[in-house]
């Protein structure tokens, strides 16, 4: 049965308005079909011009997925607008969802808008 968990940084610091809306998309997506997913949940600008792309990652499938050098990128109208390799600190273990936040650099996401984008996982 799949299960939401919160990495310790997070469990300490998410509002409860934030914690239920990902609750709520957790549950609205977690009996999907594929093994490994990733939502994008709200999309944020910082103040250095950095995109923060808040998601929820589903492992679905029955082995734990490594979480270094994960190479994902934004798509908006089937255009790729930003694209980076991150390391998340932990692995996510098998049947397991978790919120993460990834950021992308302002000279990765050029002049394009956010407003339809997706996050994949580069190919």
């Not at 589903?58 to 990128?73: A, Y």
């Not at 002049?111 to 994949?120: F, K, R, V």
Request: with cysteine.
């Amino acid at each position: 049965m799949q299960k939401l968990v919160f990495h310790n940084a997070w469990d300490k610091t998410l509002s409860s308005k934030d914690r239920k809306r990902i609750e709520k998309e957790f549950e609205k997506t977690k009996n999907r079909h594929q093994d490994l997913e990733i939502i994008i949940l709200w999309l944020a600008m910082n103040h250095k011009g950095e995109c923060l792309v808040t998601t929820l990652i589903h492992n679905r499938g029955n082995q734990s997925f490594p979480t270094d050098e994960i190479e994902l990128r934004l798509v908006d109208h089937q255009k790729v607008i930003a694209e980076h390799t991150f390391t998340i600190p932990f692995t996510l273990e098998p049947f397991t969802s978790m919120p993460w936040t990834f950021i992308f650099s302002e000279n990765s996401l050029g002049e394009n808008s956010l407003e339809n984008a997706l996050i994949e996982w580069k190919t």
